[in-house]
């Protein structure tokens, strides 16, 4: 009786999870294929096959579901872990400026690769509908505040010997690594993924030294 008491929930979580992976896969398959504003919530619980109700108590609002697509698309197969905290345990693995570029470089080519459709909704939606331009403000914001972490970091690998302070590596690091940035330059100037990840590369190691 003990055992099934505890399996019971179990399940339940179980199939909430899967609920929830089930309705924000699908959510960025809509979003991205006919637009943010003409994708209902009714139109997700139909393709979903789960009531209206159920997308509001597994994810949340239009833009809460939203949200948590760009969460899926920038933390990729460490889902359901946070980006940061990938992106943080492998630049303090680093021990020199030079690393630190490279990883950010290759982290960049590979979150903004699954990225760069999502956002491209979500700068459109901002344009039109107040709460996804609330939330294209928070998520700009918080990358500008995640990298603000990283001087400290560059510094203690003996970086930024010519003085330059916080404020302008952040703002360096995310301007470069930034989605739009990523979406300009392999579709308006036809770079490849590769060529972009080693111009962040260098861009950034000449900064940091």
């Not at 979003?31 to 597994?58: H, K, M, W």
Request: aromatic residues 8%.
């Amino acid at each position: 009786m003990e055992s099934e008491q505890f399996s019971r929930p179990n399940r339940r979580l179980v199939q909430s999870a899967e609920t929830r992976r089930l309705i924000v896969s699908t959510a960025r398959r809509l979003f991205v294929d006919n637009g943010y504003i003409p994708t209902s919530v009714g139109q997700l619980a139909g393709e979903c096959g789960v009531a209206v109700q159920t997308i509001y108590n597994s994810v949340g609002s239009k833009s809460e579901v939203l949200s948590a697509v760009i969460d899926l698309a920038a933390s990729g197969d460490q889902a359901p872990a946070s980006p940061l905290e990938f992106l943080s345990e492998r630049l303090e693995a680093t021990t020199t400026t030079d690393a630190m570029a490279l990883v950010l470089g290759d982290w960049f080519r590979s979150v903004n690769g699954r990225m760069a459709s999502i956002y491209r909704v979500l700068s459109d939606a901002a344009a039109i509908d107040p709460a996804a331009a609330e939330l294209k403000v928070s998520r700009d914001t918080q990358r500008f505040e995640r990298y603000a972490l990283a001087p400290a970091l560059i510094r203690a690998r003996g970086g930024l010997s010519d003085g330059t302070g916080d404020d302008e590596i952040a703002a360096l690091i995310w301007s470069t690594g930034h989605p739009q940035t990523y979406d300009f330059l392999l579709t308006a100037r036809g770079w490849t993924p590769d060529r972009y990840a080693k111009w962040c590369s260098a861009t950034l190691a000449r900064a940091f030294a």
